[in-house]
């Protein structure tokens, strides 16, 4: 994997990433051509119109994030990949449209357009039947070894046999370990040199995943195989990597410690992101005033009661703070006086309620949140006192989400479906002290695209 801006990119997703650049670059000239020829133009050098060959070509590139096309099922799937890509091209046609309306200078004529739309979709599914195999395949997975035998080293196994993984193991080592699960694990008794037969094996990293490290760490053997220039890192850092989440079950708190990482208090970054988020929130109240005040309106068409509803919430250093939601539910949904975790097909959901929770409108209202510096764009979504309480008594770990303010959408929402058991949260923990280590602008910019796939596949949401 390579890491960009503190997150992991897989090297399939970076390369294809490349390659459709390079194709929407040379679909945009060959849209350009096509017109010039069309009309007997003779067309000027190449370089007299980078811009708008970038003008169509990033927007694309955007919206291909945005829906999707890079993701496990898009890497496995030509069905799947040319779906999304069909709606990423859609979309960025419509987003183009605006661009163009708004900055002529650095636009294509209409025609060069769909001559370039048309060129850049077979391209790219071309790309996908030619390339497939090579970018999903074992040519571009790292082939790591395991030492360890144990429940660690079968949560690998498990990782790797998954589709889509991006490594192979190419060998486990059992470092004397008390409970052998990993069968096909060798005796590190029966191995000479490690370093000599990690090299064999043509592994380029190492994972320590034994049971006990008191007294247990290998520190000879580790270091002979960092001095070949193999890399060496812990189970955890490895889960992180491969998984986007920290792994609570093999997580210590020395690690997250000791760790890079949880630097999203720095002066420049928390200006920039608040800056960010006084803007779009602005623009976001003025721009959905009609459609939050249409879907206020069939709320108290279907059901009495305010159309507004606040609630208290939990957030930044475990400080509450008063929501404002459009009211999906019917009015005394909690009549009982305690919370109740939301169900699928819960019946405390009106029909009005169910289409917004499933397009999100609902949330348009915590823009002002957001405004008033309670809330973020993008951050752990804030949880009741009642059920902060409940989940910081059987999760370790789970204040730690509250060092960061709570946002709208976040990375917990956009790659783990609607959870409502304490086994969902757990999960979207992880996710969200992922979030809070590794934050970064960039990041917040991925999460905040891929939130439209969430929005357009809204198989979560509840």
């Known amino acids: 994997m390579v890491r960009l801006f503190k997150h992991y990119v897989p090297n399939a997703v970076l390369l294809l990433g490349v390659l459709d650049f390079a194709l929407l670059l040379m679909a945009a000239e060959a849209g350009w051509q096509v017109r010039a020829w069309q009309i007997g133009m003779d067309p000027e050098s190449l370089h007299t119109r980078i811009p708008q060959l970038l003008s169509f070509a990033i927007p694309l590139q955007v919206a291909m994030v945005a829906v999707g096309a890079y993701g496990p099922g898009a890497l496995r799937s030509v069905r799947f990949a040319t779906s999304r890509l069909l709606v990423a091209v859609s979309l960025g046609i419509i987003f183009l449209s605006v661009i163009f309306f708004l900055l002529p200078a650095i636009t294509f004529w209409r025609s060069n357009l ?67 699960i990993v069968g096909e694990a060798r005796p590190r008794d029966a191995i000479a040199n490690l370093a000599d037969h990690v090299l064999a094996l043509r592994a380029s990293e190492v994972v320590l995943a034994i049971e006990e490290r008191r007294n247990a760490l290998p520190l000879g053997d580790l270091l002979r195989v960092k001095t070949t220039g193999v890399v060496v890192c812990e189970i955890s850092t490895f889960l992180e990597r491969e998984t986007g989440r920290v792994d609570l079950q093999s997580v210590h708190p020395s690690w997250l410690i000791f760790s890079d990482g949880f630097s999203s208090g720095r002066l420049l970054s928390a200006a920039a992101k608040r800056a960010f988020d006084i803007v779009v ?49 019917y009015v005394g949904a909690e009549a009982a006086g305690f919370p109740v975790w939301a169900a699928q097909d819960d019946p405390r959901i009106t029909r009005v309620g169910r289409l917004i929770r499933k397009v999100r409108i609902d949330e348009l209202p915590q823009c002002w949140s957001v405004l008033k510096g309670e809330m973020s764009f993008v951050g752990p979504r804030p949880e009741r006192p009642e059920i902060v309480a409940e989940l910081s008594r059987a999760i370790p770990f789970y204040a730690e989400r509250h060092m960061v303010k709570p946002g709208i959408t976040g990375w917990a929402q956009i790659n783990y479906p609607y959870g409502a058991s304490i086994e969902d949260a757990r999960h979207k923990l992880e996710y969200d002290l992922y979030y809070a280590k590794n934050y970064s602008p960039f990041l917040d910019l991925l999460i905040l695209v891929q939130t439209l796939r969430v929005i357009l596949w809204p198989e979560g949401a509840r």
Request: no cysteine; net charge positive; proline share 3%.
């Open 114 to 180: 769909f001559y370039a739309m048309v060129v850049s979709i077979s391209a790219l599914i071309a790309i996908r039947l030619a390339a497939g195999s090579v970018i999903g395949g074992e040519a571009l997975r790292r082939r790591v070894v395991v030492l360890g035998a144990g429940p660690r080293a079968a949560r690998i196994r498990e990782l790797a046999a998954r589709p889509g993984a991006n490594f192979s193991v190419a060998g486990y080592v059992a470092m004397e370990t008390p409970e052998v």
């Open 281 to 329: 929130s602005l623009l976001l109240l003025a721009m959905s005033l009609p459609l939050v005040l249409l879907a206020a309106v069939a709320i108290r068409i279907e059901t009495s009661g305010a159309a507004l509803y606040r609630q208290r919430r939990v957030g930044l250093y475990g400080q509450t703070f008063e929501i404002v939601k459009l009211r999906s539910m």
